[in-house]
Structure formats: structure tokens, C-alpha cells
């Protein structure tokens, strides 16, 4: 059975760091792995999709890699920000009909 | 942002009601998905749709019951609601096009059984 964590739970920074957020997987057939960002009370917002075959995705500040061999990913923030606050998810297709497993999250908090 | 529409937002209810909620999607997706986030629990799949009138249990089923009659709708019905049902419930979808998988989230129904 696919399962998703993620280190570390919580996160506090100061704005302008470089930060690591860590999610490991235990079974390596995955074809992708998305990540989300989750503001309180709000919904969740895709933020990268890495596909098994790349190893890693930029977006703006963001650059999301993936290891499949080794069960890993990483998203990496550059110059954090007050408004990077948020929780951060990372989601594994299992089971066929891209049926997502969920980490449990890193509660990042940025401040000034 | 992807056209997904969940409603009502809030609702609170009685125990032992019947509750339905609604996901709209103007993507035209084939795969739909009703998950509920609940603290220490995480993100949980409860029931996902492959195709119009095609739909399945995921992990946490029990009490649950969904209902595709077309590609943009998909209803979750709790047929007599308990306090254990009280969540955060969010309808996703995503295409069935292997190179492009990447699934999104409506807001998010708050659901309180009292």
C-alpha cells in the first residue's frame, strides 16, 4: 500500500530564506507527483506536476524534483515570502483513474 | 484556476438527515473525485467517477453514496448523517490523458453534523 510523508510537519522561517520541503513515497511505480499549496479554510492549489520521467519542474520560485529510485521528492523555495505561508502537499497516483495519496503536509510560516 | 464549483460551501445539519453535495466542472473531465480532509487524517478518497454513470468506492466509503448523470456533475449524498461525517469535503477532477494528469480542487464544502 502507497504511502506519502512528509518532513518536516511544520515550518518557520525568516523572509528570504532558501527553504527544502521533503516527501518520500515507499512504492517507486508512480507515473507523476504533484504538489499543492493549501491556504486555511481554502481549497487546494496545484502548484507542479512532475512526470516520472523528468526529474525536475520549475515555476517561478519553485522547483519541484523527483528520484523515483529512491522514493523522493523535494520542493525547493527560493527567496521565501510572507505570502509563501501555507501548508504544502505532495499527492501520488494509486490504484489506477489517477486516484491521489496525500502527505500529511508542511505548515510553513514566513515571517518578516 | 479550473472551473469547479462546490456547493453549498457550508452547511450544517442534523444528525440522522439526509445531505447532498454538489461539484459543477466546466473542463469537461472524465475523472471526478470526492475527498474529505479531516485534522490527523489528512486528504481521504471517499468515492471517484471514471465516466458518466461510471463511479467506485475509494478508502472511506462507508455512509457515502455518488451519483454522475452527466460529465460536469457529481453528487455526494450522505444518506443519514453522523457526527463522524463532520469534515471539510472537496470535490477534484483530472483528465484521463496519461500525459497530463494534473488534478485540481474545488473550494470546499464545510460540513458540520450536529
Known amino acids: 500500500k502507497q504511502e506519502v510523508t512528509q518532513i518536516p510537519a511544520a515550518l518557520s522561517v525568516p523572509e528570504g530564506e532558501n527553504l527544502v520541503l521533503n516527501c518520500s513515497f515507499t512504492?517507486?511505480?508512480?507515473?507523476?507527483l504533484q504538489w499543492f499549496r493549501q491556504d486555511p479554510g481554502k481549497g487546494l492549489t496545484s502548484l507542479l506536476l512532475?512526470?516520472?520521467?523528468?526529474r525536475e519542474q520549475t515555476s517561478g520560485r519553485l522547483n519541484a524534483s523527483l528520484d523515483k529510485s529512491s522514493g523522493r521528492s523535494t520542493l525547493y523555495i527560493a527567496a521565501s515570502q510572507p505570502g509563501d505561508s501555507a501548508t504544502y502537499l505532495c499527492?501520488?497516483?494509486?490504484?489506477?483513474?489517477?486516484?491521489?495519496?496525500f502527505g500529511a503536509g508542511t505548515r510553513l510560516a514566513v515571517h518578516p | 484556476d479550473a472551473g469547479i464549483t462546490q456547493s453549498p460551501r457550508h452547511k450544517v445539519t442534523e444528525t440522522g438527515t439526509p445531505v447532498t453535495l454538489r461539484c459543477h466542472q466546466t473542463?469537461?473531465?472524465?475523472?471526478m473525485y470526492w475527498y474529505r480532509q479531516d485534522p490527523g487524517h489528512g486528504l481521504r478518497l471517499i468515492h471517484y467517477?471514471?465516466?458518466?454513470?461510471?463511479?467506485d468506492k475509494g478508502e472511506v466509503s462507508d455512509g457515502y453514496s455518488v451519483s454522475r448523470s452527466k460529465t460536469e456533475d457529481f453528487l455526494l449524498t450522505l444518506e443519514s448523517a453522523t457526527s463522524s461525517q463532520t469534515s471539510v469535503y472537496f470535490c477534484?477532477?483530472?483528465?484521463?490523458?496519461?500525459?497530463?494528469?494534473?488534478?485540481?480542487f474545488g473550494q470546499g464544502t464545510r460540513l458540520t453534523v450536529v
Open positions: 512504492d517507486s511505480a508512480i507515473y507523476n
Open positions: 473542463e469537461n473531465h472524465r475523472y
Open positions: 499527492a501520488v497516483p494509486s490504484g489506477g483513474y489517477n486516484k491521489l495519496i
Open positions: 477534484a477532477i483530472s483528465s484521463e490523458d496519461r500525459g497530463n494528469t494534473e488534478a485540481f
Open positions: 467517477s471514471y465516466g458518466v454513470k461510471d463511479t
Open positions: 512532475i512526470q516520472s520521467s523528468q
